[in-house]
């Protein structure tokens, strides 16, 4: 037993030893210290707009409705443009790439409406739709039953391997194949 508490002071004699504590134990209110740069990092973690799960850009909401998120067009094109940049970077020879995508018109949102029939004294048939509005903690909005996402109007890449016929085919054909674009919608441009 004896040996056992000699080797435990032999343990913290090496401890003893170290500069660094013996520097800190002559810090006054260390435990108060510790503390508040425990709870700074605690409210940086808390109040940050740290995305430890997901680091790629990815769509923000812009209105909810039954706990959907929708999509504002200028977010769907970054979110391609991000996508399609990291996947034409990867092909052998791209070089640097930047990628720039154009959109026909804005996300749609499709409505859930409640439709009436009329059916006048002349035998005509009136259809009415009003869409359903639901009332959200105060706020009347739509019910909404999903999302039309614009149509892309046309791409540009920019790479500094484009001067290679190769590249440039294998670039056009990844963009053919990821948004079933004609090959007149795409421009691909050498860069510096």
Same mark, same amino acid.
Not at 52 to 58: C, H, I, Q, R, S
């Given at each position: 037993m004896?040996?056992?508490k000699s080797k435990e002071k032999g343990g913290f004699k090496f401890f003893k030893d170290w500069s660094l504590l013996?520097?800190?134990?002559?810090?006054?209110?260390?435990?108060l210290i510790v503390t508040i740069i425990f709870v700074l990092i605690l409210l940086i973690i808390l109040f940050g707009n740290f995305d430890?799960?997901?680091?790629?850009?990815?769509s923000k909401t812009v209105s909810q409705s039954s706990g959907y998120?929708?999509?504002?067009?200028?977010?769907?094109?970054?979110?391609?443009?991000?996508?399609?940049?990291t996947i034409i970077s990867k092909i052998k020879g791209a070089g640097s790439v930047d990628v720039m995508i154009t959109l026909e018109s804005g996300t749609n949102l499709l409505l859930a409406n409640n439709e009436t029939q009329n059916?006048?004294?002349?035998?005509?048939?009136?259809?009415?739709?009003?869409? %359903?509005?639901?009332?959200? $903690?105060?706020?009347? @909005?739509p019910l909404v039953v999903g999302e039309v996402l614009p149509k892309i109007?046309?791409?540009?890449?920019?790479?500094?391997g484009a001067s290679d016929i190769a590249v440039r085919l294998?670039?056009?054909?990844? %963009?053919?194949?990821?948004? $079933?674009?004609?090959? @007149?919608?795409i421009q691909i441009l050498v860069g510096k």
């Open positions: 004896s040996e056992e013996k520097k800190i134990k002559q810090v006054k209110h260390i435990g430890f799960l997901n680091f790629t850009k990815t998120a929708y999509t504002s067009s200028i977010e769907y094109a970054e979110n391609l443009e991000y996508k399609l940049k059916i006048s004294s002349d035998d005509v048939t009136v259809v009415s739709a009003n869409p %359903i509005i639901l009332d959200q $903690n105060g706020n009347n @909005m109007k046309g791409v540009v890449v920019v790479s500094s294998n670039i056009l054909h990844a %963009i053919q194949t990821l948004l $079933n674009l004609s090959d @007149m919608q």
